[in-house]
């Protein structure tokens, strides 16, 4: 089961940075590489290339879901198994954007988490503290005994 949570950890990690360089090559095409905040330059883009991202998004939680159910035996560890991919791909998604754009600035920077079903916006830090206790606490109970 120790293989499994790596490679899934390292697929969380490089599909992170594959998300991050689309997110780049977008916030140029858009003229809003250097914004601080997403939230007013989500407003600024056309209705059309807001609902390409949505399938974008879409197409980002299949592909997990998918990697989640062909590795998992169990529905519970199904669940678990997207959960920590999950955690590692929206936490290295910002690590990626840093290291490539040095954005975002701060953890207190606003950001627009999700647009399906609508908007969630909220600051870097929330979905960064929820990806790193989702990876913590599925960790100990992994090496506690109780997902083996």
């Known amino acids: 089961m120790f293989k499994i949570f790596l490679f899934l950890a390292i697929f969380g990690m490089a599909m992170a ?3 991050g360089v689309v997110v780049v090559y977008l916030r140029k095409a858009l003229g ?18 807001l609902k390409i991202e949505m399938t974008r998004e ?6 997990l879901l998918v990697i989640a ?7 519970i560890e199904k669940g678990v198994l997207f959960l920590w991919t ?7 998604y910002y690590l990626s954007l840093y290291i490539l754009i040095n954005w975002p600035p701060s953890l207190s920077t606003i950001d627009v988490l999700f647009l399906i079903p609508k908007p969630w916006i909220a600051p ?6 929820v990806s790193s206790l989702t990876i913590i606490i599925i960790a100990v109970l992994y090496a506690t005994g109780i997902l083996n």
């Open 32 to 49: 809003m590489l250097d914004s601080d905040g997403n939230r007013e330059s989500v407003e600024k883009i056309p209705s059309r290339f």
């Open 17 to 19: 940075h594959l998300e």
């Open 69 to 75: 159910y062909l590795t998992g035996t169990t529905w």
């Open 58 to 63: 879409a197409a980002t939680i299949i592909m």
């Open 86 to 92: 999950f955690a590692f791909w929206d936490l290295f």
């Open 124 to 129: 870097v830090w929330f979905p960064v503290a």
